[in-house]
């Protein structure tokens, strides 16, 4: 079961702060904005997610249907899928995606440390 792209999900106090330190460490700007309190930064295959306000805690996250450069990928497997996968192994999902629904979905879940999983499919 590929889980695609893989990026974590930082909840940052100061965009503008975490978005100079990110750079420091050889990050660039790959998408988001300012304005929208939100970046992702990119080093090689690496992706950080800068969020300032939008959630409370960081997120792990793979993007079903990605590469790591937002590419369309021309084979994947569908987060509903994913998420049958999941509930097959006895996972409790936090949130579930509509399995009759075909497209962009997500599914969530906790690990037992209490880190939260973001299975996001934009395609």
Same mark, same amino acid.
């Given at each position: 079961? *590929?889980?695609? @792209?893989?990026?974590?999900?930082?909840?940052?106090? #100061?965009?503008?702060?975490?978005? *100079?330190?990110?750079?420091?460490?050889?990050?660039?700007?790959? @998408?988001?904005?300012?304005?929208?309190?939100? =970046?992702?930064?990119?080093?090689?295959?690496?992706?950080?997610? =800068?969020? !300032?306000?939008?959630?409370?805690?960081?997120?792990?996250?793979?993007?079903?249907?990605? +590469? $790591?450069?937002? @590419?369309?990928?021309?084979?994947?497997? #569908?987060?509903?899928?994913? !998420?049958? %996968?999941?509930?097959?192994?006895? =996972?409790?999902? #936090?949130? $579930?995606? #509509? *399995?009759?629904?075909?497209?962009?979905?997500?599914?969530?879940?906790? +690990?037992? +440390?209490?880190? !939260?999983?973001?299975? +996001? !499919? %934009?395609?």
């Amino acid at each position: 079961m *590929e889980l695609g @792209a893989f990026s974590i999900s930082l909840a940052v106090k #100061d965009l503008n702060i975490s978005k *100079e330190f990110y750079e420091k460490l050889g990050f660039t700007v790959f @998408a988001g904005d300012l304005k929208m309190n939100y =970046l992702i930064m990119k080093n090689g295959n690496a992706l950080v997610g =800068l969020f !300032q306000g939008m959630f409370p805690k960081n997120i792990l996250t793979f993007n079903p249907g990605w +590469d $790591e450069n937002a @590419a369309a990928l021309s084979s994947f497997t #569908d987060v509903r899928k994913i !998420q049958a %996968h999941l509930k097959n192994k006895k =996972l409790k999902l #936090d949130q $579930e995606a #509509d *399995e009759k629904s075909t497209g962009p979905a997500s599914i969530m879940l906790t +690990d037992p +440390d209490g880190n !939260q999983i973001l299975i +996001d !499919q %934009h395609v």
